[in-house]
């Protein structure tokens, strides 16, 4: 069981957030001051520290800068005034997971302490090749995807060819990758070549190269993909687009690992390890005539299919996370996570496009939000669509809604709309202003104004 230290000067909020926690499912610890959080830090067995920034004497953030330099690998998350956007960064800064704002709404600190503890804990999980082994950057702890990871380590010391399994956007090139970091061929290059993107005419170009003055523009010598990742792993992306003409080159240069550059006379060689990837059937395409069969069994020594999104769910709030931090970064916006209503609607998509689409979805996200977080309007339609029917809530056509709306008051436009936000979010009036893009105390204004209290 996770024990979480909670730090606050004040017994009430100690003994209310204590209960919380404990319903909840953890240990919990209480400190009313820096020293005794130093202490019980230093002594117990501690997974999470939730502090107040305003202690008496030494703040929480002094609490924090000590925690960091003893033991960096603690979670923090602070507690700070309302709109105190000025602590929020501080406290980013100094290493803090994240931060709550008074008054603090539970449904969101649990969000935040699952949320870190998961992504903590995948942060612990292997990540060298020392004892247990590296997870290559493959993000999550799904039994699908540690499966993957376990067949990444099994294979990466042989020298068979591979080919690598699924629908698009799961991940091929980056288990590609892995193999190859994985194998003795780590320190050669990795070559990859997407087939579906070079034009038929020019693919066996592009794999063997050419000889000065075999054709028009061809002014020098130019070394193929085949010879660059001599000793090292040639990556062929969708190999289930490539011409059957095609498909007969690469075959020879496969049985006999010699070739000829285009125009050219001398004959060369190349170890290198093929790592193929396709989205197709290919025992499919082998029946319809668009694939050689005899190929086919050349590349499919050994097989690798990576899972789809919808099959490894749980892996979606540290993928998401993940996606957050690299487009935070990118685009210069401080947003410290995912709305828990957001999180819920991520988590009942399907995902057909896998985890290229979430990784879209976040980036837009990003870039749409004007809160701190992601919430559930800052993701596509379809999906709060999808979301809403899941739970049984019906979506208005927004044509009848405007006709519905049109001709109000404006004042009574103000109370439907303040009346949606807190039946959306179950009354929960935090979520509710955030909804509305105003302050809590702001909405307590309006709903004495329209007698919602």
């Given at each position: 069981m996770r024990t979480i230290l909670v730090v606050d000067d004040e017994r009430n909020v100690r003994k209310v957030l204590s209960s919380y926690l404990k319903k909840e499912g953890f240990e919990v610890e209480t400190a009313r001051n820096y020293e005794e959080a130093v202490h019980k830090v230093g002594e117990l067995n501690i997974d999470l520290v939730l502090t107040d920034m305003?202690?008496?004497?030494?703040?929480?953030l002094n609490l924090l800068q000590w925690i960091k330099r003893k033991q960096p690998s603690l979670p923090v998350l602070v507690i700070t005034a309302y709109g105190s956007i000025d602590n929020a960064v501080e406290v980013m800064k100094n290493g803090a997971a994240s931060y709550l704002t008074k008054p603090v709404d539970m449904d969101?600190?649990?969000a935040l302490i699952r949320h870190t503890l998961l992504k903590e804990q995948a942060i612990k999980s292997p990540q060298t090749v020392e004892e247990t082994g590296e997870r290559f950057g493959i993000i999550g702890s799904s039994p699908a995807v540690d499966e993957v990871i376990s067949t990444v380590k099994i294979v990466s010391s042989s020298r068979a060819n591979i080919l690598i399994t699924g629908e698009s956007g799961t991940g091929k090139e980056l288990v590609a990758r892995a193999i190859h970091s994985a194998s003795a061929r780590r320190d050669f290059p990795l070559i990859a070549i997407n087939c579906a993107a070079i034009p038929a005419d020019l693919i066996?170009?592009?794999?063997?190269?050419?000889?000065?003055?075999?054709?028009?523009g061809a002014v020098s010598r130019e070394t193929g993909k085949v010879e660059m990742a001599d000793r090292g792993t040639l990556f062929l992306d969708e190999i289930g687009e490539m011409s059957i003409a095609m498909q007969i080159k690469l075959l020879r240069f496969l049985q006999e690992r010699v070739f000829y550059r285009i125009g050219g006379r001398d004959q060369l060689?190349?170890?290198c390890r093929i790592i193929a990837a396709t989205n197709r059937d290919l025992e499919k395409e082998i029946e319809n005539g668009r694939f050689r069969e005899d190929l086919f069994y050349r590349l499919n020594v050994i097989q690798i299919r990576t899972p789809t999104l919808r099959d490894r769910k749980e892996d979606i709030p540290l993928l998401a996370e993940h996606f957050l931090d690299k487009y935070s970064a990118e685009n210069k916006k401080f947003i410290r996570g995912i709305d828990p209503l957001a999180l819920e609607a991520l988590m009942r998509y399907e995902w057909p496009g896998n985890i290229r689409e979430l990784q879209n979805i976040i980036e837009r996200g990003v870039v749409l939000s004007r809160l701190d977080m992601i919430v559930l309007e800052d993701l596509p339609q379809k999906l709060q669509n999808h979301f809403l029917e899941s739970r049984g809530e019906e979506q208005p056509p927004e044509d009848q809604e405007l006709l519905e709306l049109a001709g109000m008051p404006l004042a009574e436009l103000e109370r439907i709309a303040v009346l949606k936000a807190l039946k959306h979010e179950n009354w929960n009036q935090t979520r509710a202003a955030k909804r509305l893009g105003i302050t809590r105390r702001q909405l307590r204004t309006k709903m004495e104004k329209y007698q919602l209290l």
């Open positions: 305003r202690l008496p004497g030494q703040s929480g969101e600190m649990m066996e170009n592009e794999l063997f190269g050419h000889e000065k003055g075999t054709f028009t060689a190349s170890n």
